[in-house]
């Protein structure tokens, strides 16, 4: 039985003030961990007041990016290593803005998937095609070659803990959710492409997310599919209320 893990993925929004109002709203809120678990994915200079909330608090603490090296000389990049030493639960790797804006390449997300198993930590690794894409009829076979990249050389017990996000790109902030039914065949794909560089064991213990304009009008929708076990929340996990609402989405 796979926990569900709902995350919300702040971007680049909200400052430590922000955060510390948000997170007095959620207080006492929160589903145990066991029931749902609930993530958020804060901007680095978030993460200290998201991590002193989770010592009494059923949340769990997400960076959304960090570098592949431990540490060193590397200006402007978070220490995976900095980040477990502060408590940090998960890093989200591989968004589709860190590869558009940033080029981060597979490559890169592998290393990264690496360091952050390095560091005892768990990775969210995300995927997910262009509107182009999906409209030639390459969906499935981009996807399933992102997550085999992103998985390279790793452990069979590293990626059974692993989340994988599947966010097609056009449904990202446009308000254009994918129906269940395509978010859930797109994270079949997922799962099989775990099932075939792997095992089946290993497949049903993997947690597979849907991100793109999940809301909390749509979340018990997407969650009743048979290989979502998540959210990757970006807009709607911007307020308290709402953020609510969707990891509360069992009701
Ligand atoms: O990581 C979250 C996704 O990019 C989805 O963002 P959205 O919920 O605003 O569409």
């Known amino acids: 039985m796979r926990t569900p893990i709902i995350a919300g993925n702040w971007k680049m929004n909200k400052n430590p003030e922000e955060t510390q ?9 929160l589903p145990e961990s066991s029931v749902v678990e609930s993530v958020i994915a804060a901007p680095a200079i978030d993460l200290n007041a998201l991590t002193w909330f989770s010592k009494d608090e059923p949340l769990k603490t997400a960076a959304e990016n960090c570098y592949f090296e431990d540490e060193g000389a590397f200006t402007g990049e978070t220490s995976p290593k900095a980040l477990s030493e502060m408590g940090i639960d998960y890093v989200v790797i591989g968004h589709s803005e860190r590869r558009q ?35 030639a009829g390459e969906t499935n076979a981009w996807v399933a070659g992102q997550i085999t990249n992103a998985l390279k050389d790793l452990t069979a017990e590293q990626v059974a803990s692993s989340v994988l996000a599947y966010e097609p790109i056009w449904a990202i902030g446009t308000g254009k ?20 560089l792997y095992n089946d064991e290993v497949a049903g213990k993997v947690r597979i997310q849907y991100g793109g304009s999940v809301k909390p009008a749509n979340i018990a929708e997407l969650m009743s599919k048979e290989d979502i076990d998540g959210g990757l929340v970006g807009g709607a996990s911007m307020d308290p209320e709402s953020f609510l609402q969707l990891v509360n989405f069992k009701g």
């Open 177 to 196: 959710t994918a129906s269940s039914d395509q978010a859930q065949e797109v994270c079949h794909v997922v799962r099989e492409t775990v099932a075939k």
């Open 101 to 135: 804006y940033f080029k981060e390449t597979d490559e890169d997300i592998n290393k990264k998937a690496k360091a952050i198993f390095r560091n005892n930590m768990l990775p969210i690794i995300c995927c997910g095609e262009t509107l182009e894409q999906r409209e």
């Open 21 to 29: 109002a948000f997170l007095e709203a959620i207080k006492g809120k």
